[in-house]
């Protein structure tokens, strides 16, 4: 099991340019959540995915955030334009149903660590 | 008001000592609640959940729940320098079948030698 793997691990940018950041989930987990964490705001979920399909956005600050999940494998963040503001740790993170009374954690990617100037 | 709320600290406890982490929720409705733990530069992982009032241990670590008072906390017993990290609590807002994982700011934790 190779965990959840987000790439890339690091990402400088400048302010305005387009930024994608991606996730591979754990096989057979059918949730995945997007988190920001920044030291100000702690970790914020920004959406989540239950088999491929958006649950909630609601944690997703402004337009300029979009998600998507094209299959159970691989989920995409995408900022277009970045802001300086935007710069914080995004992590990924995926889990199997169900939720109660079971052993069913999130698994957290590494993260992706974005700056952007 | 904040769904999940914490002290941010830091609670610097001695090596040995009892390290009372607390933490409340904003959601009568919630029925699922976690402790985490992240080491700092590296990704949380979770180290206990508790689903009923009362208390749940495993190994040196006591999670505690009382739903009336909305309030969760864990306990460390005999800390070690190795336990220095950022505790954060999470609960599932709402319906437990909604999946909706939210988390508290986190307290760092220093346990002193």
């Known amino acids: 099991d190779a965990g959840v793997i987000q790439s890339p691990r690091h990402e400088v940018t400048e302010m305005g340019q387009e930024v994608t950041l991606r996730c591979k989930p754990i096989s057979g987990h059918d949730y995945l959540f997007w988190y920001r964490q920044t030291m100000m705001r702690g970790l914020e979920l920004l959406i989540y995915?239950?088999?491929?399909?958006?649950?909630?956005d609601s944690g997703m600050p402004e337009d300029r955030f979009s998600a998507k999940m094209p299959n159970a494998s691989f989920s995409t963040l995408k900022i277009q334009p970045s802001e300086p503001r935007d710069s914080a740790v995004y992590f990924c993170?995926?889990?199997?149903?169900?939720?109660?009374?079971?052993?069913?954690?999130?698994?957290f990617g590494n993260g992706t660590r974005l700056t952007v100037t | 008001q904040k769904e999940v709320e914490q002290n941010s600290g830091p609670l610097s406890v001695p090596e040995g000592a009892i390290a009372s982490l607390n933490c409340t929720y904003s959601d009568r409705g919630s029925q699922s609640f976690f402790w985490y733990r992240q080491y700092s530069g590296k990704s949380p992982e979770l180290i206990m959940s508790i689903y009923s009032n009362g208390d749940k241990e495993d190994g040196r670590f006591t999670a505690q729940l009382n739903k009336a008072s909305q309030y969760v906390s864990l306990l460390i017993r005999d800390s070690q320098p190795s336990d220095s990290a950022t505790y954060l609590c999470?609960?599932?807002?709402?319906?437990?079948?909604?999946?909706?994982?939210?988390f508290g700011q986190g307290t760092t934790l220093q346990v002193k030698p």
């Open positions: 995915f239950n088999n491929n399909v958006p649950i909630d």
């Open positions: 999470a609960v599932i807002v709402g319906s437990s079948n909604t999946g909706k994982l939210i």
């Open positions: 993170a995926s889990s199997r149903t169900p939720w109660v009374g079971g052993n069913s954690p999130l698994h």
